[in-house]
């Protein structure tokens, strides 16, 4: 059966149909080559812009500051990483949901609850009908955090911070200070040391594929590790717990305005504690009144008293005004430029040593110590021991004590006399502590400091010379003497050689004295081959019988106990004028 054949007849494509096909084509082409040459040409560097925002990550270390330690590396203060939760409920699905599935408020918040240790009526407050950008709370813990990242849940975000911490609380706030809502310092040696202390951050870029994978580059095995120093102190946080502790409870036992302690080696002037009341909890800086940030003991200024007797007695051993062996007559009174100046206790001692001078605290054989010595040579010698100077120092910006012209000084009869018993003239507690480590080293000048790498410690070769060795020995051994048989023989501890000096100095205020006081007591320990300095100032304690020797001289000696422990300093006695160890 023969199959029928269709015939088709080609029918010439019409020329105004083929002109079209061909325009159109042509266009095309030419449309496919300009847009070539613009991607190629014209968007280059738009699109490589692009194209690295894709492919490169920036990565930067959190906004952080560096630990602070204690020279055993006890922690003080250090960062403390947390999180805030980010929620959009929109987005809320469940591990093996299907896609377009949107889980309910209330079914997320059943399992954060939990975790967060939080009711659910408390979170779902914090939606108010809003489907994204919620910020549901903060201060969440790591432990917390991966708990929450276990859960799979999309639409929650976990953004990481650093909240700075002080685990020891109020033992340190006086000298660390704190950092605020903003992590930026504001007191203490968070302000002071504020650029030691920061962690400038470190950037980082990091290749990724199209889908984000990670691609191999030329990164060293060190790039991405962040700083993680710390800021190293001289403090011993054994000793300051035990100084902070005997300091408030003498504090509060006599009512007192405020107190101060510190521990520093004459030899360097490394602080080992330095403990000031009142305090505060640095965790909760806002529930505090502002004033009490301020480090008052080396931004506030007082008048030192009879401590500073031993200071005057190397000046005028120093000028050989007196020697060592010589005697002065102490009547009770004195009369100078028409003023009347006597002793605490308005008697007389008699003829007597210059130990005793000390032992008794006799102001009248001060006066008439001292008014050997020149007025303008006494003068330049406070201004040399720097009386007027700021104190440099790691610490706070020190105030500069106030001390008169030399004009007032020298043509005023008055003033010399009352400078002789510590008086007429102010300096910060700090100031005194450096003064009497300079006594107890032989002389030397040494700054105090509570940073181990406190780079403007004098060289050796250039240290800076006050007092004799000498000299420096034997105002040490009058000091001695006053823990042996004066007003410090509360301090004494058998078995240590001890020295000291107790002050009980009237505030003046606009200019004039009043009845509050100061007491204090500085200690050098120990004697026979000084090592620390041991100062307590208690300011206006409200009780009677105040004196250095009643308030200030217990905590010192509770203070020395505690160093002898914590530095296993052996007990030490004279004999035939060797010093040998107890056995």
């Known amino acids: 059966m023969k199959r029928n054949k269709k015939i088709v007849h080609l029918v010439p494509l019409e020329a105004l149909r083929f002109k079209l096909t061909y325009v159109f084509f042509l266009v095309l082409i030419f449309g496919l080559f300009g847009r070539l040459v613009n991607l190629q040409v014209f968007s280059a560097s738009d699109l490589q812009k692009k194209a690295r925002l894709i492919q490169f990550t920036k990565t930067s270390s959190l906004n952080r500051r560096r630990s602070i330690v204690d020279r055993n590396n006890r922690l003080i203060a250090y960062d403390k990483p947390l999180y805030k939760l980010w929620a959009h409920p929109k987005y809320f699905n469940f591990p093996g949901d299907s896609k377009n599935r949107v889980r309910s408020i209330e079914e997320v918040v059943n399992k954060l609850s939990p975790i967060l240790n939080l009711k659910d009526e408390f979170l779902l407050s914090k939606f108010e009908n809003k489907i994204i950008g919620i910020e549901l709370i903060d201060e969440i813990t790591e432990n917390q955090a991966i708990k929450i990242k276990n859960l799979h849940i999309s639409g929650l975000d976990l953004v990481k911070y650093s909240q700075r911490y002080y685990p020891q609380r109020n033992l340190y706030s006086n000298l660390i200070g704190f950092v605020n809502y903003e992590n930026k310092g504001s007191a203490g040696l968070e302000l002071h040391l504020d650029n030691q202390i920061k962690v400038f951050n470190k950037s980082n870029l990091v290749k990724k594929g199209g889908d984000g994978t990670p691609?191999?580059?030329?990164?060293?095995?060190?790039?991405?590790?962040?700083?993680?120093?710390?800021?190293?102190?001289?403090?011993?946080?054994?000793?300051?717990?035990?100084?902070?502790?005997a300091l408030n409870k003498q504090v509060m036992k006599w009512k007192a305005k405020k107190g101060f302690a510190i521990v520093m080696n004459v030899n360097n002037g490394a602080i080992l504690s330095l403990a000031s009341i009142p305090s505060y909890d640095p965790n909760k800086y806002w529930e505090y009144n502002s004033e009490i940030f301020k480090g008052w003991y080396s931004q506030d200024l007082f008048e030192p008293g009879s401590t500073f007797k031993p200071i005057n007695l190397a000046l005028a051993l120093e000028e050989n005004v007196i020697q060592k062996d010589g005697l002065v007559e102490d009547s009770g009174n004195i009369n100078v430029g028409g003023w009347t100046l006597s002793n605490w206790d308005k008697k007389g001692n008699g003829h007597i040593d210059y130990p005793r001078v000390l032992q008794v605290s006799s102001n009248v054989g001060m006066v008439k110590i001292m008014q050997n010595l020149p007025?303008?040579?006494?003068?330049?010698?406070?201004?040399?021991?720097?009386?007027?100077?700021?104190?440099?120092?790691?610490?706070?910006?020190?105030?500069?004590?106030?001390?008169?012209?030399?004009?007032?000084?020298?043509?005023?009869?008055?003033?010399?006399?009352?400078?002789?018993?510590?008086?007429?003239?102010?300096?910060?507690p700090l100031k005194l502590a450096q003064l009497h480590a300079v006594l107890a080293n032989g002389g030397i000048e040494v700054i105090p400091h509570v940073t181990l790498n406190f780079k403007d410690k004098p060289k050796i070769n250039s240290q800076k010379e006050i007092f004799s060795n000498k000299v420096s020995r034997i105002v040490l051994e009058w000091m001695e003497s006053?823990?042996?048989?004066?007003?410090?023989?509360?301090?004494?501890?058998?078995?240590?050689?001890?020295?000291?000096?107790?002050?009980?100095?009237?505030?003046?205020i606009n200019g004039r004295y009043t009845s509050k006081k100061v007491c204090s007591f500085i200690a050098t320990f120990p004697i026979n081959k000084p090592k620390y300095v041991v100062l307590v100032v208690i300011d206006e304690p409200s009780k009677p019988y105040a004196y250095g020797s009643t308030v200030a001289v217990p905590v010192a000696k509770e203070i020395i106990e505690s160093l002898i422990v914590i530095e296993k300093i052996p007990p030490q006695i004279e004999n035939n004028g060797l010093i040998v160890k107890k056995p």
């Open 482 to 508: 006053v823990v042996e048989n004066g007003s410090g023989v509360g301090a004494k501890i058998d078995g240590y050689r001890i020295g000291g000096k107790t002050g009980t100095s009237q505030k003046a």
């Open 215 to 245: 691609l191999p580059d030329n990164s060293g095995p060190r790039d991405f590790i962040n700083d993680y120093k710390s800021l190293g102190l001289t403090i011993d946080s054994r000793l300051q717990k035990a100084s902070f502790k």
């Open 375 to 428: 007025p303008k040579t006494y003068w330049d010698w406070l201004n040399k021991l720097g009386i007027s100077k700021n104190l440099e120092t790691d610490l706070f910006e020190s105030t500069a004590g106030q001390l008169k012209s030399k004009d007032i000084f020298v043509s005023q009869e008055i003033e010399p006399a009352v400078a002789s018993f510590g008086q007429g003239f102010s300096i910060s």
